[in-house]
T-cell receptor, first 115, second 117 residues
Framework: AQKITQTQPGMFVQEKEAVTLDCTYD???????LFWYKQPSSGEMIFLIY??????QNATEGRYSLNFQKARKSANLVISASQLGDSAMYFC????????????FGAGTRLTVKP | GAGVSQSPSNKVTEKGKDVELRCDPI?????LYWYRQSLGQGLEFLIY????????KSGLPSDRFSAERTGGSVSTLTIQRTQQEDSAVYLC???????????????FGPGTRLTVL
């Protein structure tokens, strides 16, 4: 069964506007962590933001924030004030449990920022 | 400090040949992961190693694929009798692998681009 679902293969956003990239997950473990990575055309994977299942507040890192809705099992990434350099693939990932270091990734969303 | 390194960066091989891809994780990282990324696709989990535990091989697509990790550090992914559908970028990642925290940022290598002719 798919653990991480990213339903948007591609997204477009106008420069300086905000954009939300969707991610839903499936787990029965009460302890889990959610991660977002960015992969520019150069290919490297860049860690962006992390949300723990017990965190009371939504994670924020600069222009990145995570809209964490636990009951809906969604962890959408919000990028504010989009920049041309934000054009990339974005992957959502999850780790389940303290004794399991396995990480599973979604299929990704390709974001294109238009000038 | 040094990040995750992978070699070679590019590998072109003929169908039917065996290839070995190498990954050097960050020193002290106990968890090591291999992923495959086909052109324009997401990351496909292949295998992961955690310390001295038996590796999780659940993602290996066929018995032509195998991996080992020697001394808890360097890992080699071997593909035997390569096929054209094996062409992809093979990414390696490592993490601290702590069981005390869910936080488990993976640090990725630059990948090996494999082309099977």
């Amino acid at each position: 069964a798919q653990k991480i679902t990213q339903t948007q293969p591609g997204m477009f956003v106008q420069e300086k506007e905000a954009v939300t990239l969707d991610c839903t997950y499936d787990t029965s473990d009460p302890s889990y962590g959610l991660f977002w990575y960015k992969q520019p055309s150069s290919g490297e994977m860049i860690f962006l933001i992390y949300q723990g299942s017990y965190d009371q507040q939504n994670a924020t890192e600069g222009r990145y924030s995570l809209n964490f809705q636990k009951a809906r099992k969604s962890a959408n990434l919000v990028i504010s004030a989009s920049q041309l350099g934000d054009s990339a693939m974005y992957f959502c990932a999850m780790r389940e449990g303290y004794n399991n270091n396995d990480m599973r990734f979604g299929a990704g969303t390709r974001l294109t920022v238009k000038p | 400090g040094a990040g995750v390194s992978q070699s070679p960066s590019n590998k072109v091989t003929e169908k039917g040949k065996d290839v070995e891809l190498r990954c050097d994780p960050i020193s002290g990282h106990t968890a090591l992961y291999w992923y495959r990324q086909s052109l324009g696709q997401g990351l496909e989990f292949l295998i992961y190693f955690q310390g001295n535990s038996a590796p999780d091989k659940s993602g290996l697509p066929s018995d032509r694929f195998s991996a080992e990790r020697t001394g808890g550090s360097v890992s080699t992914l071997t593909i035997q009798r390569t096929q054209q559908e094996d062409s992809a970028v093979y990414l390696c990642a490592s993490s601290l692998g702590s069981s005390e925290s869910i936080y488990n940022e993976q640090f990725f290598g630059p990948g090996t681009r494999l082309t099977v002719l």
